[in-house]
């Protein structure tokens, strides 16, 4: 079965230090990954998504990621950190043959220090 | 474009009392989720809904729980009766499908039952 952890529950970093937050999944073929970030009292909104082609996607409020087949990650990349940054960050993959069904990671909390 | 619609946004109740979230999905969209989110249980898949049908409804916690889609452009999730261990915020999210498993998530329904 299809898995995603992301084995930070908490990061702290510093406004204006890069981040990169951890996501393995399990998947035997080339997955559909997905990144989405929540702020407090919000839905979850999608950052980025990656399905074929280049490894390294782009997605908004300046957030990137990387596919890396042989560690089975997609890691979420920022060069410098805002206060607004401050939010709860799930990896997801697509479970395919299903009906569009996502399996989420538990999440990451990122936390930034003024 | 308007997202996917939650109603209420906040419904707080007391215990016994049955409980209607509603769920309008983004026009076109094929597929509708809903999830519930805890502290303690994280984020979880209750059923979805493939145009209009349930496809999985494994993740329903147990029969006081129900959800409809009665037609492509609204979804209701009852809770009947309600108990004090429901309270959790709701998610709805819509699917475009089509071959993309990307998700678009409502605001979420917070839901207190005292």
């Known amino acids: 079965a299809q898995s995603v952890t992301q084995p930070d529950i908490h990061i702290t970093v510093s406004e204006g230090a890069s981040l990169e937050l951890r996501c393995n999944y399990s998947y035997g073929a080339t997955p559909y990954l997905f990144w989405y970030v929540q702020s407090p009292g919000q839905g979850l909104q999608l950052l980025l998504k990656y399905f074929s082609g280049d490894t390294l996607v782009q997605g908004i409020k300046g957030f990137e990621a990387e596919f890396k087949r042989s560690q089975s990650s997609f890691n979420l990349r920022k060069p410098s950190v805002h206060w607004s940054d401050a939010a709860e960050y799930f990896c997801?993959?697509?479970?395919?043959?299903?009906?569009?069904?996502?399996?989420f990671g538990s999440g990451t909390r990122l936390l930034v220090r003024p | 474009d308007a997202g996917v619609i939650q109603s209420p946004r906040h419904e707080v109740t007391e215990m016994g009392q049955e409980v209607t979230l509603r769920c309008k999905p983004i026009?076109?969209?094929?597929?509708l989720f809903w999830y519930r989110q805890t502290m303690m249980r994280g984020l979880e898949l209750l059923i979805y809904?493939?145009?209009?049908?349930?496809?999985?409804d494994s993740g329903m916690p147990e029969d006081r729980f129900s959800a409809k889609m009665p037609n492509a452009s609204f979804s209701t999730l009852k809770i009947q009766p309600s108990e004090p261990r429901d309270s959790a915020v709701y998610f709805c999210a819509s699917n475009p499908g089509q071959g993309m498993y990307e998700q678009y998530f409502g605001p979420g329904t917070r839901l207190t039952v005292t």
């Open positions: 997801a993959v697509g479970e395919v043959g299903s009906s569009y069904k996502l399996i």
């Open positions: 026009s076109g969209h094929n597929s």
């Open positions: 809904f493939n145009n209009n049908v349930p496809i999985d």
